[in-house]
């Protein structure tokens, strides 16, 4: 029988996926609850267009909820805990947030992870200010150079290596973060939610911003709207406090708890 053969471009696989593949086949293991809500990011994003409008800076608003996360998970630190080979509860202190940034490597655009240490001890500014120096300095930073020399291993060496690190709390601290916040289309237009795989005991997946209509003070206004994946592992995090943690997230977030202390000290 002869074989049809089809147009197409094949390129390498990058090999920095290969993180991606077998972190997705462990976290199928894990009972995770997924939560699907939606903030009210209208004030906090009028903070920022005015305050680029003053001083022609654009601020982070990733850095902006990684300040709101930090402040919520340290309110109830079992909602980053997690269970070590004793059957014990480790609760950390500091909040070291794992997340993705777009650079530029060679001219081209790629995504690059980033753990941002003790974000609950942090004040938005220096949040900000560090992701800004990771976005430009990313190449020598420390995630990457591990990256680089994991993807060499073979398959099976990166799996026992995962699954070793995932035994132990001190190892998912220091290699993976204790909290994943990945975005799948934060500045897209529309709302959409994403429904992750994950082996942290707390992500959070940020969907699409959405205009729509909304109630203040019993007048209907537009208002914009973030989709937002809260999602937990359910051998560690029942839903009562899960719920807890949520609404207290989304008043940080609505308030746009920091952004006017940031513009005050920049005035200053």
Not at 11 to 34: A, F, I, N, S
Not at 131 to 148: A, L, M, V, Y
Not at 194 to 221: C, M
Request: proline share 3%.
């Amino acid at each position: 029988m002869k074989r049809k053969h089809y147009n197409h471009t094949s390129l390498p696989y990058p090999r920095e996926r290969l993180l991606m593949v077998d972190g997705g086949r462990m976290g199928l293991k894990q009972h995770t609850v997924h939560g699907l809500v939606e903030f009210d990011i209208s004030h906090a994003r009028e903070i920022m267009r005015q305050h680029k409008a003053q001083t022609g800076e654009t601020l982070s608003f990733s850095a902006f909820i990684l300040a709101c996360l930090g402040k919520a998970i340290d309110m109830n630190k079992h909602m980053h805990a997690y269970r070590n080979w004793r059957n014990q509860l480790i609760l950390f202190d500091e909040v070291d947030v794992n997340t993705l940034f777009e650079v530029e490597v060679d001219g081209k655009k790629t995504i690059r992870p980033h753990i941002l240490r003790g974000v609950n001890k942090k004040t938005f500014r220096e949040i900000h200010h560090e992701i800004r120096t990771f976005q430009q300095g990313h190449k020598s930073s420390q995630e990457s150079k591990f990256i680089q020399w994991f993807v060499l291993l073979p398959g099976f060496a990166r799996r026992l290596f995962l699954w070793i690190l995932l035994q132990n709390p001190q190892l998912i601290k220091d290699y993976y973060g204790t909290v994943l916040v990945t975005s799948i289309g934060m500045f897209g237009a529309g709302s959409g939610w994403g429904i992750p795989v994950s082996n942290h005991t707390l992500q959070l997946t940020l969907g699409g911003i959405a205009k729509k209509t909304g109630i203040v003070e019993d007048r209907i206004e537009p208002r914009e709207y973030l989709s937002v994946t809260i999602s937990f592992d359910h051998d560690i995090i029942d839903g009562a406090p899960a719920a807890r943690f949520t609404q207290r997230l989304k008043e940080l977030i609505e308030s746009g708890d920091g952004l006017c202390d940031y513009q005050r000290e920049v005035a200053s």
